[in-house]
């Protein structure tokens, strides 16, 4: 599987960008957040790539920052939407208000971004709600900083055994705090007293 290509911009535009690697052209389907932070044409440029394979079609869709991938990958979970629906609402909506909106049920900011509809809005205020890690506090202020990969792995032990992912940050951000082990093992055993 295609994770990341690093090579030169060719070309973009707001829903497409085609990166040479080595020689090979990749066509890669970006949200307009991403082709608005893009490099000139001829400059070198990454992104992080969600392969999408299907019988008849092999598709790239491309990101510059890994936060913005993985909203990517939890909207195609959600029934209903492909990931053509999901570059589209990417593109309708800041992630950080797409995120916010979604954690706070707001149905009517959801269903102005074209394509998705009430049922579609539902689903994704359902299925998403407390999957989706807080990008920026309610009162609009920054989020805490973003959790390490020693910390998302904790976090994802925890939501193995069963425990909301906002209550398993929580945990995680209160036993970093209160000087657990800088080890998986010793984080994750204080986390898991804080979350009970």
Known sequence: MIALLRGTLIEKHPNQAILDVGGVGYDVTIPVSTFS??????????????????????????????????????????????????????????????VNSIRRGELEKLVRIPGVGKKTAERMVLELRDKLPALVSEDGAPAAPSLS????????????????????????????????PESFEGLFRKALELVR
């Open 37 to 98: 932070l893009l490099p000139e044409t001829g400059s070198p440029a990454l992104l992080r790539i969600h392969m999408h394979v299907r019988e008849d079609m092999l598709a790239l869709y491309g990101f510059l920052t890994q936060d913005e991938k993985n909203l990517f990958e939890k909207l195609i979970s959600v029934s209903g939407i492909g990931p053509g629906l999901a570059i589209k609402i990417l593109s309708g909506m800041v992630a950080a208000e797409l």
């Open 149 to 180: 990969q020693l910390e998302e792995d904790v976090m994802s032990a925890l939501a193995n055994l069963g425990c909301a992912r906002p209550a398993a940050e929580t945990a995680v951000r209160k036993a970093r705090a209160s000087g657990a």
